[in-house]
């Protein structure tokens, strides 16, 4: 039976620090580890016992570059059409946003590393350089990742702040607004998706390719 991938990070965001580090994190599937760790560097906890500070030790080596795969055959040829999904800022908070995409995309089965890159203020127009971090994937696994992304990170946050927003207006302001108007771009960038993933697959069948 498949795991609730949703379901344990929301009961790991409902432990306590103390029942947090209780879990033995031996015990737990390889993706159920990757949202325990997230859930772990989101509070900046640190686990006491020596074998828990190897695995995490371990874990940060392989966060950057091309470590952290079960079998290396999982990891080796898609690295030379990586493509960047998205990117994080050089801060602490880039740092637990790059981890939380990382594991989001290895619990569903999407290669991925985060890499280190320093921007050329010749290149971007800016005064100083800064580093940012990139979330990287296989070129061909690119809009399944931004799915992916958006479903464990980004809506949810996109939530908070509309909510934030609707509790901000007036009475007047709120019954104002029709539900059908908001929802109208985001409704129609999907049929968009829809149907251009469609017209491929027609064309595809038509030329005998598919």
């Not at 908001?182 to 027609?202: F, T």
Request: aromatic content about 8%.
């Amino acid at each position: 039976m498949a795991i609730d991938l949703e379901y344990v990070r929301e009961h790991y965001a409902s432990l306590s620090d103390e029942a947090l580090l209780d879990v033995e994190r031996a015990d737990l599937t390889p993706a159920a580890q990757a949202i325990f760790d997230s859930e772990v560097r989101r509070r900046r906890l640190h686990r006491g016992e020596s074998q828990g500070d190897e695995a995490e030790a371990a874990e940060q080596s392989a966060f950057f570059g091309s470590g952290g795969y079960e079998h290396e055959e999982d990891h080796s040829g898609w690295t030379e059409n990586a493509f960047p999904v998205t990117t994080f800022s050089a801060t602490a908070g880039g740092i637990a946003d790059a981890a939380d995409a990382r594991a989001a995309l290895v619990a569903a089965g999407i290669p991925c590393e985060v890499t280190e890159h320093e921007i050329d203020p010749e290149e971007q127009g800016i005064q100083e350089p800064y580093k940012e971090y990139r979330v990287m994937v296989p070129a061909a696994s690119s809009l399944q990742a931004l799915s992916v992304l958006d479903t464990a990170i980004f809506n949810p946050r996109y939530e908070a702040d509309l909510q934030i927003q609707l509790e901000s207006l007036s009475d007047e302001e709120l019954r104002a607004l029709k539900i059908e108007s908001l929802c109208a771009g985001l409704l129609d960038r999907a049929e968009r998706l829809r149907k251009a993933y469609v017209k491929e697959i027609s064309r595809r069948s038509q030329t005998g390719t598919f």
